[in-house]
């Protein structure tokens, strides 16, 4: 239990003190995109545009997050950030397709 409570202190940690890069998050993910279907594009863009919405005020995306790892802190950020079952789930599958 300490040493999961560790890790998501680490992980929000970190996320917290990333800086803010408009740019970087502006610019599409090409070799992502043209390998996707149709259907998980939107989801991806969905995903991503709430994700700037509810968390891109405070954070960037992380570079790599396991879905274990994802899971936990969008647990945490939920009530933090009242976000839906709905921005929990599109937000998930976002960061840890």
Not at 34 to 55: H, I, L, P, W
């Amino acid at each position: 239990m300490i040493r999961l409570r560790t890790a998501l202190t680490t992980v929000l940690s970190v996320l917290a003190l990333s800086p803010i890069t408009l740019s970087r998050q502006a610019q599409p993910k090409a070799g992502n995109a043209q390998q996707q279907t149709q259907g998980a594009k939107s989801n991806v863009s969905e995903g991503e545009k709430r994700f700037r919405t509810n968390c891109g005020r405070c954070h960037n995306p992380p570079e790599e997050i396991s879905p274990r790892e994802a899971r936990a802190v969008l647990r945490q950020m939920r009530v933090r950030a009242m976000l839906s079952a709905e921005d929990e789930r599109l937000i998930l599958k976002y960061l840890a397709p």
